[in-house]
């Protein structure tokens, strides 16, 4: 809550934020354990926002652990990191976003147009024994590095940040096209109960399953690198937003009703592709559902809601700080686990999209006393009210059990004109006319081999031969042998050979044998 008196300013916001982690880490004032109470009790007074404003923010981005059972506060390493550096751009960056309504100073710097080079950061001379700086304007500034991920990525400017990590605008090197890196980093601290490697094990497996969903409605995942101390991974760009921003920038904070039909339609596809390559979402947000540049719905995260999950049958669903995503869930998935990884269905998704439809068409989510869509909103046709109850209900048997029912009450509920209008580009949720399946190879014909048992002379007939084939004369040496063919006499088939030619069998050069 912001207090009377001076303008705020981003330097004093970082001045502040630094003032409080350097005090925290004075064991003279709160011993070695800080209770939060007496933290809040020795500082409010001090700072132009409350307490609990900062400790907010330290906490979400991992420069304050806060143990709320306990009601201890400590100083992190990336805190106390914080307080040694004179100026992190990141950290700037961070408060300046944190605290956008807050501050009386100029906005954020729009991120550089898709299809351009990424900036690379000016530095600042440096000199012995200093610490070097990125040059930014006062005010509030957007991280720019120049980092390249295992030679083919070239990681920007900051775009966001959730439980699982932090997004950043990127680029292709090679190709110049712009991506989005997601780099998997504060779920180590939010996820402290789960073994590092198990959190790896699960990341990979989630974005490998992502990355098999095919769909126009569907961010596509790109590539992956899990063996990093961060792990991170490439998706497309969604350069339109995602649903959080386009609400905010309404007045009322709420859509346009046919705009709203149109995100709530594309989002029941994208869904309903997914629920068909068994894939659940269980972490449907405003800040999942993403756009391009042409206004259609790419829908991301699935399933990486259910990293952080406890594998012991009877805990509870940890609700992390900062994941926003608790005012969506159905009442299933805070139920205690009961070991059973396949429990949730379908009907989780759907139950999380009727609040995210009511949100869009009224600008709150719906409480138990809420007011009907078409009470809430005059535009809305009373026919939507069962469909949005069917949704929302909490017992699985009275709830829609897939998306295909769903939209069976949306085309109902709507006129065609909300549906479909000019500038609509009709898109196929099932191939109408797939082409036929290539025909099998077919199968050679098995080949007979003939086993052919050739039997081996006795030696003694081998060495005989041998001895006659070296008395053949000289003048056969080389010739053909031809088979005869005498009309007169019988094909025998044997070879002949001319009488003068002949060798004598039996008889060997050398001295006679002795008399006997």
Request: hydrophobic content about 35%; glycine content about 8%; proline content about 9%.
């Amino acid at each position: 809550m912001r207090r009377t008196g001076s303008p705020l300013t981003h330097e004093v916001l970082v001045e502040e934020a630094r003032f409080i982690l350097k005090t925290l880490q004075r064991r003279d004032l709160f011993g070695a354990d800080v209770k939060l109470t007496e933290a809040e009790r020795v500082l409010d007074s001090s700072i132009s926002l409350s307490f609990a404003d900062y400790c907010s923010f330290l906490n979400k981005f991992g420069y304050l652990r806060i143990e709320p059972n306990a009601g201890l506060v400590e100083v992190t390493e990336g805190g106390a990191r914080i307080i040694e550096v004179l100026d992190d751009a990141e950290f700037n960056a961070r408060l300046s976003r944190h605290f956008a309504r807050e501050l009386s100073g100029a906005p954020t710097p729009p991120p550089p147009p898709p299809g351009r080079p990424l900036p690379r950061p000016e530095m600042a001379s440096v000199t012995e024994g200093t610490v070097p700086r990125v040059a930014h304007s006062r005010g509030p500034v957007e991280r720019v590095v120049d980092d390249v991920l295992d030679r083919r990525y070239r990681r920007g400017a900051m775009v966001g940040q959730g439980t699982v990590g932090t997004v950043f605008r990127g680029q292709h090197v090679s190709l110049g096209r712009d991506m989005a890196i997601k780099e998997v980093r504060s779920v180590f601290q939010f996820a402290s109960y789960l073994r590092r490697d198990e959190i790896v094990r699960r990341l990979r497996q989630t974005v490998e399953t992502h990355a098999r969903l095919v769909h126009p409605n569907i961010v596509q995942i790109l590539d992956q690198n899990s063996e990093r101390e961060y792990p991170y991974f490439v998706m497309e760009f969604a350069v339109g937003g995602n649903l959080r921003e386009r609400l905010s920038a309404e007045k009322e904070g709420r859509l346009p009703l046919s705009q709203a039909i149109r995100v709530l339609t594309q989002i029941c596809y994208a869904l309903d592709y997914a629920h068909g390559q068994d894939v659940l979402h269980v972490g449907l947000k405003p800040e999942n559902v993403l756009f391009d540049g042409q206004g259609n719905v790419k829908l991301a995260d699935f399933g990486f809601a259910r990293i952080t999950d406890r594998a012991e049958p009877g805990s509870q669903t940890p609700v992390l700080v900062g994941g926003n995503a608790v005012g969506y869930m159905a009442p299933e998935r805070l139920q205690p686990v009961g070991g059973d990884e396949t429990a949730l269905t379908p009907a989780a998704d759907i139950y999380a999209l009727g609040l995210l439809f009511y949100e869009m068409i009224t600008g709150k989510l719906p409480g138990r006393r809420s007011p009907l869509p078409s009470q809430a909103r005059k535009d809305v046709p009373s026919a939507f009210d069962d469909v949005f109850d069917r949704m929302t209900r909490d017992e699985l048997e009275e709830r829609y059990k897939s998306v295909s029912e769903v939209l069976d009450g949306i085309y109902k509920a709507f006129p065609g004109k909300e549906v479909f209008s000019k500038g609509t580009i009709l898109m196929w949720a099932e191939d109408p006319s797939p082409l036929p399946a290539p025909p099998a190879p077919a199968e050679a014909p098995p080949v007979e081999v003939e086993e052919v048992v050739e039997e081996l002379p006795e030696p003694e007939l081998v060495a005989e031969e041998a001895l006659e084939e070296e008395a053949v004369h000289p003048e056969m040496r080389g010739r053909s042998l031809v088979a005869r063919s005498d009309d007169s006499e019988e094909k025998t088939g044997e070879i002949a050979v001319p009488e003068d030619l002949r060798p004598t069998k039996g008889k060997r050069k050398g001295p006679p044998p002795p008399p006997r």
